[in-house]
């Protein structure tokens, strides 16, 4: 089908009047969510970190905001306009509302351009009132013209209109031309105590609402909107205020749950048929219902309400923040707060876990050592082998000559401590003790530990789950001394990253150690184990609030620890098995430093914290041993049971707002025992290598569990 050129445009001009003749918006408010804080005082909302404002307004916005309990005001007031019903304007001006900066009021409203009100925002403050703990203030920004009742989510608009009647006003509420945004109005139904208070802080004169008993006389109905032809008032004939359930005119009548008639009302005052209703907007008797006769001269206004009745405004922004006055209240603490339970007990269980793991790599490459070999106690120095150099007089040292003397080389100049350990590891004894029993005469070994751990501790009651990933490094020198004695020390490193609950809290530890130990043989088959160590943490830490979850705070905190350990060990070779029974006691002492998490005013600050960390276990080691080409094979399995004896430990925190109130939280372990299984081997290697790896997973009677890979590698040198 062919358009003309004519109907073409027609067409198109149509559709730029259509467009350009609507407002399009795509209104948002950003508002903070949750605050715990001292509201002894004035405290700007915008300290949580977010700032109220508005965006998506190009005309004008009316901005209303409600507490329900406890005291708002805004101390920037610059452009803006006062509103009717609000901070104690009788009605609207083009005056700035002043009365918005009061300290006395729990409601206020304003107007201006968006920018205008922005300014506003940023300024918006609370206050409580000294006995009330949990209060929400609500926030609502729609385009001027009507006020926002955040409670019902209706709008009402009071029009004044000099002497007009009842059915006038009817008419003119629902008309087309006083639409608000898209919605049809009517004359205002009062259903709730909330609802009249509301009402009646928009009016200052005598306003018409949507009541009447124009259809059955003392029968009153809400006529229009959505409680149209409902009941509300059932009166008794010739007296005012309660009603009965009997008939009245044949109707069955039974009254709303509230009401707020004046005393005495409705009473068809001298016989008159006062069938509408009217609120009070001056005097005592402000916000009371009374009837009137439909064109009563006293009425000056009439209340448009919007809602309800199918269909949503164009735009609306509404917010509410929940706050928590702490010094109102007499049970609220810091800890109910499940994400600062996680960051706090995070940290306890990751720095006793950074002790034992610490110790765990040096006990057990002190077994390794041990278990590995069947004659650690022979020493190269304890098999008679010396060096004479003054006297030609001992087999050994003629070899020397053979083996240093080239005839032309003067003997001082080559006999020297390098060249006699030289000659001495390539003897035939010093060969056969290396590769039969992995010995070497006087020397250090080093040797490494890695391992990658991953953890799960189950969410419990006011506590988050946690989900750790670690991984470390050991590196240690040891060295074998005094016929059974070895001594050594060890440095570790070991970063971890442990996931609290699913908001974003975390912990991110990078940790240092250095160990010394030593083991002593006291027979041929028991020995013992010993070590003191130190080490520091540097947690790096991000806290979610849960009543919050877009606000996060950081902090940073560094631990100080001493721990030791002790560990009894019975071992038995029996051909090619090796077993051994180990009883191991370990303790330890942490103290974490105090420190203050940067954000808002959400933020805490934290007492040092001293914790200790006391376990017992116990438990085998079975390995077999097999021959290979280059050495020896040596799978193993272990089987460990640990008693937690760790007492309790005292948490103290103050927010940064409120450092008068001071909230505790007590660390309690919510395990007693746990068991570790592992499998593994060592590799025994004839050119002095050992490897070592292993598969472990710890239970803790709890249901939490670890899984770990350990490799481990050792050196002579």
Not at 215 to 243: I, N
Not at 277 to 283: A, K, L, Q, S, W
Not at 322 to 330: K, N, Q, V, Y
Not at 616 to 625: D, P, T, V, W
Request: charged share 20%.
């Amino acid at each position: 089908m062919r358009i003309s050129k004519l109907k073409f445009y027609l067409i198109y001009l149509l559709l730029i009047f259509f467009f350009n003749s609507k407002t399009v918006f795509s209104a948002s408010f950003t508002f903070p969510s949750s605050l715990t804080t001292n509201t002894s005082d004035f405290v700007l909302l915008s300290e949580t970190g977010t700032t109220p404002s508005v965006t998506g307004f190009s005309t004008d916005v009316l901005i209303t905001i409600r507490a329900t309990a406890g005291f708002v005001k805004i101390t920037t007031v610059s452009g803006l306009e006062q509103i009717n019903g609000y901070c104690g304007y009788t009605a609207d001006s083009s005056s700035e509302p002043s009365n918005c900066a009061d300290d006395n009021r729990s409601e206020i409203g304003f107007e201006g351009t968006q920018s205008e009100v922005n300014a506003a925002l940023a300024t918006l403050s609370f206050k409580g009132d000294g006995s009330t703990s949990s209060v929400s203030i609500t926030a609502s920004a729609t385009p001027t013209g009507a006020a926002y009742n955040s409670t019902n989510g209706h709008y009402y608009r009071a029009v004044s209109s000099t002497d007009i009647r009842w059915d006038d006003a009817r008419a003119a509420a629902k008309s087309e031309a006083q639409k608000f945004n898209g919605l049809t109005g009517y004359l205002v139904n009062i259903t709730t105590a909330q609802e009249n208070d509301f009402v009646a802080n928009k009016v200052s004169v005598n306003a018409w609402t949507g009541g009447s008993d124009s259809g059955t006389e003392r029968v009153w109905r809400w006529m229009d909107g959505p409680e149209a032809d409902q009941t509300y008032t059932c009166q008794k004939f010739g007296t005012g205020g309660t009603g009965e359930e009997s008939p009245i005119n044949g109707v069955v009548c039974t009254e709303q749950s509230y009401l707020n008639w004046d005393f005495g009302e409705p009473n068809q005052y001298n016989g008159t048929n006062e069938d509408y209703m009217h609120v009070y907007g001056t005097g005592p008797r402000k916000g009371s219902w009374n009837d009137y006769v439909i064109n009563n001269s006293n009425v000056d206004a009439y209340i448009i309400e919007y809602g309800g009745m199918g269909g949503t405004a164009t735009v609306q922004g509404t917010a509410t923040i929940s706050i928590t006055s702490t010094e109102a209240s007499g049970t609220y603490t810091a800890f109910d707060d499940k994400e600062l339970v996680g960051i706090v007990e995070g940290q306890s269980e990751g720095a006793k876990r950074f002790i034992y793991n610490s110790t765990n790599a040096v006990l057990e490459r002190i077994e390794w050592h041990r278990t590995t070999k069947k004659n650690d106690n022979i020493k190269f120095d304890n098999v008679g082998i010396s060096i004479d150099l003054e006297e030609n007089t001992y087999p050994y040292a003629k070899l020397l000559d053979l083996y240093l003397l080239k005839g032309s080389i003067e003997k001082k100049q080559l006999i020297s401590e390098k060249n006699i350990n030289k000659f001495i590891n390539e003897l035939p004894l010093s060969n056969y003790l290396r590769n039969e029993f992995g010995l070497l005469p006087q020397e250090w070994k080093i040797w490494s530990s890695g391992y990658f751990k991953k953890g799960k501790i189950k969410a419990r009651v006011n506590k988050k789950k946690e989900d750790y990933d670690s991984n470390a490094l050991t590196i240690g020198m040891d060295k074998i001394i005094d016929e059974n004695k070895l001594v050594g020390f060890a440095l570790r490193k070991e970063y971890e990253d442990n996931d609290i609950g699913k908001s974003g809290s975390e912990i991110k530890s990078n940790s240092t150690s250095i160990t010394a130990y030593s083991s002593t043989y006291k027979s041929h088959s028991f020995f013992i184990d010993g070590l003191v160590g130190y080490g520091r943490i540097s947690n790096s830490l991000i806290r979610i609030e849960e009543a919050n979850t877009s606000n996060s705070l950081t902090g940073k905190r560094d631990i100080n620890q001493f721990f030791g350990s002790i560990k009894f060990n019975k071992l038995t070779n029996k051909n090619k098995f090796t077993s051994l029974l180990f009883g191991r006691g370990d303790f330890g002492f942490s103290f974490l430093e105090g420190f203050t998490e940067s954000g808002n005013i959400q933020a805490l600050k934290f007492e040092e914290q001293k914790l200790q960390h006391r376990s017992f276990s116990f438990g085998s080691l079975l390995k077999y041993k097999k021959k290979i080409n280059r050495g020896h094979f040596l799978p193993y399995g272990r089987v460990e049971v640990f008693e937690n004896f760790s007492p309790l430990s005292n948490v103290n925190a103050w927010y940064v707002s409120d450092l008068n109130t001071k909230y505790n939280h007590q660390i309690m372990e919510n395990y007693d025992n746990s068991i570790k299984l592992e499998i593994g081997f060592d590799l025994n290697l004839i050119d002095s290598w050992y490897i070592s790896a292993s598969l472990r997973r710890l239970y803790r009677n709890t249901g939490n569990l670890e899984n770990e890979l350990a490799i481990k590698a050792s050196k002579p040198f």
